[in-house]
């Protein structure tokens, strides 16, 4: 199988990971879906949201995906009245990916970037691979450094 962009830019920063593939032509493709076809605890794989602030700034946050993104918590953290989800149709604009293969890791551009703070206690975290089928689990500490995010308190309760 081709390698993604996310797998190449893990590699030449040489960041250890690993790679699942599943198969997406059953339409289940969300994130919980995912986690039980890749055979990865759902508390361990996260999904990759794109909002757009008052102020027109993307920010690009990372929470469990049994969770719920908590927009006032969200806006708080990243220092905005409020923030919104970006429009599907705007993110592969945006970010070079489409929705379902979006990850943090090798977006157009460096967005403001923010990772629920669970998972600075995982061993591992598991987030899109880049496209649609293709999952990596690294370090939390490595992405977090990779994307220059910090972890925060994102999802309701």
């Not at 920063?13 to 032509?25: C, G, I, L, Q, R």
Request: aromatic share 6%.
């Amino acid at each position: 199988m081709k390698k993604t962009n996310v797998e190449r830019i893990l590699e030449q920063s040489k960041v250890n990971f690993t790679v699942a593939h599943y198969e997406p032509d059953d339409g289940k493709i969300d994130g919980v879906s995912v986690a039980e076809k890749v055979g990865k605890p759902v508390d361990c794989v996260y999904k990759t949201l794109v909002t757009i602030g008052q102020s027109k700034q993307l920010y690009v946050l990372l929470i469990p995906v049994a969770e719920n993104l908590d927009l006032k918590k969200a806006a708080k953290v990243c220092g905005e009245k409020s923030i919104d989800m970006l429009p599907v149709k705007d993110i592969e604009k945006h970010t070079g990916y489409i929705r379902g293969g979006c990850s943090p890791i090798g977006m157009k551009k460096k967005y403001k970037t923010f990772i629920h703070e669970t998972a600075a206690k995982l061993v591992e975290i598991t987030v899109s691979g880049g496209k649609i089928g293709t999952q990596v689990s690294l370090d939390p500490e490595a992405l977090r450094h990779m994307v220059q995010a910090e972890f925060a308190d994102l999802i309701t309760i």
